[in-house]
Every structure is written in structure tokens, then in C-alpha cells.
């Protein structure tokens, strides 16, 4: 059985810092893309990070220099470190492993972030 399940979220004020976590079991975690999304209150889900097997890593635009994200293929695990957190940045964060060359995702519950002005 699959799981992907998300932890660190929570309140913090603007320009404050946070860690999410997000633990995987049941996938071979060296062939999977592993991301974190979010979705606002009425938008769309959309891309934050991403980091592939070989740590690369890639950041919307609106996160880079201030969102770092990390694997560690051992503890088949990802890490999104935020710094300079913005009241934008309030969302449901959701990590994501997406199968390479192939369509078959498995996400987690999410969890919340909110960043008060």
C-alpha cells in the first residue's frame, strides 16, 4: 500500500520560516519525481517545487531564492524548507510522487500553511 503523508505545516507571520516534511512508503522512491504543490482557498493546484532522483531540483518563480527543496533517498523522504514566508504563500501544501516517464501519481492529504501580515 502507498502512502505519502505531509507534516510541518502551520501558522507563522510574515517573513517567518518553515519546514514541511513528507514521508513515502510503498513506491521504490528511486524511480519517482517527487513534488510539493499547494492550493489557495478558490485557485487552482499549482507546482511549488520539484526534485528529481538525482537532485535536481526546480521552483515556480515566485518561491525561488526562499524555498529550498531536498530529498534523502536513503530515508526516502523530501524536505521544503521556507524562508521569508508571504500572506501569498497561505496554502494547503500537498507532496506529490510522480512515477518517471509515466503517468501514475500518488499525493499526500496536505497540510496547511498560513502566514499572517
Known amino acids: 500500500q502507498v502512502q505519502v503523508v505531509e507534516s510541518g505545516g502551520g501558522l507563522v507571520q510574515s517573513g517567518g520560516s518553515l519546514r514541511l516534511a513528507c514521508t513515502t512508503s510503498?513506491?521504490?522512491?528511486?524511480?519517482?519525481?517527487m513534488g510539493w504543490y499547494r492550493q489557495a482557498p478558490g485557485k487552482e493546484r499549482e507546482l511549488v517545487a520539484t526534485?528529481?532522483?538525482?537532485?535536481?531540483?526546480t521552483y515556480v518563480d515566485s518561491v525561488k531564492g526562499r524555498f529550498t527543496i531536498s530529498r534523502d533517498n536513503g530515508k526516502d523522504t523530501i524536505d521544503l524548507r521556507m524562508n521569508n514566508l508571504k500572506p501569498e504563500d497561505t496554502a494547503v501544501y500537498y507532496c506529490r510522487a510522480g512515477l518517471d516517464n509515466s503517468r501514475t501519481s500518488y499525493w499526500g492529504q496536505g497540510t496547511q500553511v498560513t502566514v499572517s501580515s
Open positions: 526534485i528529481t532522483y538525482s537532485n535536481i531540483p
Open positions: 510503498g513506491i521504490t522512491f528511486s524511480f519517482y519525481t
